[in-house]
Structure formats: C-alpha cells, structure tokens
C-alpha cells in the first residue's frame, strides 16, 4: 500500500475541519479536487473511509483512526525535511511563502535578490492571500512561512503554534488626491471632512483604519469600499476619496496623489510566520535574515515590535 502525502494532508484537513468545503478552502483546492483524491485514497488503502450523513462527508473509525496516522506521518516528513537540511552545508531546498501585494511589490524583489546572491539553492515561491489568511495556512502546512501584519491600533490574536519574527516596522500616511492637503502634515481628525476609500470591516487593514479614526473621535466616511490597495490608491488619484497607505503600499502609488505623514502615526509591524517546530530550519532563518536585511536597506528595520509577545 502507498499512501500519498497530499491525500493524507487533505485527510488530516476534512478530520480537522468536518466538511470538504472547509478543507478544501484551507489548502486552496476546488471541493471537487479534494473530493476526487479522498475517493482514490480510500482506494489506494482498499478499506472504506469515509460515509455520508445526509449530504454530510463523515470519518468512519478507521478513517479517524488514518487521520491520527497522518498526523505523525507528516509530522515525520517535517522532521525528516529538518534533519537533512542541518546535514548540509549547503542548503538547497524550496519554500513557499505567503505575501499580500505591498509586501510582494515593495519588499520581497529585494529579499529575493539577496538571498540569489549568497544562498542560490533556496528557492522562493509565493502564494498571495488576504492578510487575514496567512496564520491558517503557514498553521495547516499550506505555506511554509507567511508575512503578518499588526496594526498599533489592531494587533492579531495569537496563535500558540506559530512562531512570528518582526522584520519591519512601517507607518501609514494619508494617501489623499494632488492639491487637497496643503498641509506638510496631517491629524485623522482633519481627515474627517473627506470622503473615504477603505476596505471592509472584515478586513484587518480595514478594522485597524476604522478604529484608528474612531479613537480619534469620528467615524469615516465611506464612499467606496475596495479590498485591494491599488484599486483605492487609483480611486485616490481620480479624487474620489482619502485613505491610508503603508511605506511598502507606496510602490503601487499612481501619479496624482499627495502622501501626507500624520501628525500622530498609525504604526504597523510586518513579520515572518512559520511553525513553532520549524524555527530550526537553516533555510527558513537565512530567509528571514535576508528579508530583514531588505526592510533594513529601505529604511524600515524592526525597530521594536508594536505588540507584546502575548498578542500578535
């Protein structure tokens, strides 16, 4: 019998998660993808793993008993994985990474470069997710290591079997259209009057711009609701609004907006994610020794974390 590490992933996730949809979602397949390699498990092993209850995918025992299996079985790769790469004295070896646009566009090309440079055998790849996602994923083994973001106003919550290094410390200035700020500085409350562009309450940059302004004593308004930077920097441009920007976001800035800095800035840290039980891994530390090497260079080195290290 050979068992398939991926299936046995998607196992591990259904048992973790109940529902093909949640599994599915979690390690970026369709659920007719996981579904598929489910059934060509169950036949690979010859015994019946899974039953339906209403319209329901459910473990039966020796399902369950499969998933604690693949547990251990992908906890051993991991170990396996760790173990020949503090073997060599040259790693060479591929991870994968999430990002989210400002990082990708203004920090990682650097990074990247730098790790070619000195550590040609460690490769790269990068999987964009919404901020909100990064944890999940590095957690459920999808992603190597991920980029987090914390809001001074907003820190995430923490999750115990992550392990985060801060590897830059950004503010966020106000991103408003050519002219309308005559001002060299500016307060949130001054911002009040405009019209706002801003992504949704869901969001974490979202969440953190809105409680930024309520603490300041008003409520934005908001015009226009959009999930990703470029398109409200754009809309920015147009005159449609105000908004805030990072100092990585500012490599998407089109023509056509003032950066104005706040008087009072709101503060973000950018950190590497990876599992606990990874921290050992030569490649993962040369990664993020060559990322905050970049962030140095471009004037954002981590100069204190903006939380504690009982909340990220």
């Not at 409200?232 to 976001?249: E, F, Q, R």
Request: proline share 6%; glycine share 6%.
């Amino acid at each position: 019998m050979e068992l398939s590490l991926q299936r046995l992933r998607m196992l591990r996730e259904l048992h973790r998660r109940g529902t093909i949809t949640a599994a599915a979602a979690s390690l970026h397949y369709t659920a007719s993808a996981v579904s598929q390699q489910l059934a060509q498990l169950e036949r690979d092993v010859g015994t019946k793993l899974f039953e339906r209850l209403g319209r329901r995918l459910q473990l039966t025992d020796l399902g369950v008993l499969l998933a604690d299996h693949a547990e251990e079985i992908l906890g051993s790769v991991e170990r396996a994985t760790l173990a020949l790469e503090e073997a060599q004295e040259a790693v060479s070896v591929r991870l994968t990474a999430g990002v989210w646009a400002s990082v990708a566009s203004g920090l990682l090309p650097a990074a990247l470069t730098l790790l070619a440079t000195d550590h040609p055998g460690i490769q790269v790849r990068t999987r964009e997710l919404a901020p909100e996602e990064m944890a999940g994923a590095v957690r459920d083994g999808t992603l190597d290591f991920s980029f987090i973001i914390d809001y001074s106003d907003y820190p995430m919550s923490w999750d115990p079997s992550l392990t985060r290094d801060v590897i830059a410390v950004e503010r966020l200035h106000a991103a408003v259209p050519a002219g309308a700020v005559p001002t060299p500085t500016v307060t949130l409350p001054e911002l009040a009057e405009h019209p706002w562009i801003l992504s949704g309450p869901r969001s974490h940059f979202g969440r953190a711009v809105r409680l930024a302004c309520q603490r300041n004593g008003f409520e934005p308004t908001i015009n226009h609701e959009v999930e990703e930077q470029s398109t409200a920097l754009a809309m920015v441009a147009a005159g449609l609004g105000v908004t805030l920007v990072s100092d990585l976001g500012l490599t998407l800035r089109p023509p056509g907006i003032d950066v104005v800095p706040l008087t009072e800035p709101v503060l973000r840290t950018v950190s590497i994610a990876y599992r606990t039980k990874a921290a050992r891994r030569p490649s993962l530390q040369l990664v993020i020794e060559a990322v905050r090497t970049a962030a140095a260079e471009k004037g954002l080195g981590a100069r204190s974390p903006v939380t504690s290290p009982e909340v990220w």
